[in-house]
């Protein structure tokens, strides 16, 4: 089975402050891809990254950066100097062959507050 | 260029009655996607689409979810009977194709109310 878990329910943060979003996930898929994705107030899931199962290096756009750790099933978010717009509900999703590569297994979202 | 875009932004509707939902997916993509969203949790997948035909349905929850697309761009989900536990928000999604590597892009969603 293939499952998500983004155990942080909601984070709250002062502007400028850097804050990480937890991310685990399980599947019996060696080939797997996972994903994070925005949703701001506006409602519409707005795509971030997709990473595949067999690249592990690290990736860093301006302020954001992923770590995908295999070891520990993870795949964690990081945003640096957070800002106001940061705010949003953001959702790591899972998808492979076990379950179909285009069917995204989301997690239940981190709702990330940042106060001015 | 335009996103996806859905119709309508809200519905409310009342315990056995039925109701449509409508997708219009962006320019060119030959996948689509529903996903139901209800409160506080995450997407769930419900059927996707390549060209006019139902790829995956998997995640419809019973006979009374359908969905068609039959031209192959714009898809109506269509929900008989509607049950109180039917109330979420009905998300939109479509790809340039089926490859792994071609994003979905969402819509705003529908927010349905079943009274």
């Known amino acids: 089975a293939q499952k998500v878990t983004q155990a942080q329910t909601e984070i709250s943060v002062v502007e400028k402050e850097d804050v990480t979003l937890d991310c685990v996930y399980e599947t019996r898929d060696t080939t797997y891809y996972l994903f994070w994705y925005k949703q701001p107030p506006s409602g519409e899931l707005v795509f971030l990254i997709r990473r595949n199962s067999f690249d592990e290096q690290n990736e860093i756009s301006g302020r954001y950066s992923w770590n995908f750790q295999k070891s520990t099933s993870s795949f964690n978010f990081t945003i640096t100097a957070s800002q106001v717009v940061d705010s949003a509900v953001y959702f790591c999703a899972l998808s492979g062959p076990g379950g179909g590569y285009n069917k995204l297994i989301f997690g239940a979202g981190t709702r990330l507050a940042v106060h001015p | 260029g335009a996103g996806v875009s859905q119709t309508p932004s809200n519905k409310v509707t009342e315990k056995g009655k039925y109701v449509e939902l409508r997708c219009d997916p962006i320019s060119g993509h030959t996948a689509l996607y529903w996903y139901r969203q209800s409160l506080g949790q995450g997407p769930e997948f419900l059927i996707y689409?390549?060209?006019?035909?139902?790829?995956?349905d998997s995640g419809l929850p019973n006979d009374r979810f359908f969905a068609v697309r039959p031209e192959g761009s714009v898809s109506t989900l269509k929900i008989q009977r509607t049950e109180r536990g039917d109330s979420a928000v009905y998300l939109c999604?479509?790809?340039?194709?089926?490859?792994?590597?071609?994003?979905?892009?969402f819509g705003p969603g529908t927010r349905l109310t079943v009274l």
């Open positions: 999604a479509s790809s340039p194709g089926l490859a792994v590597t071609d994003t979905q892009y």
């Open positions: 689409f390549q060209g006019t035909g139902a790829a995956d």
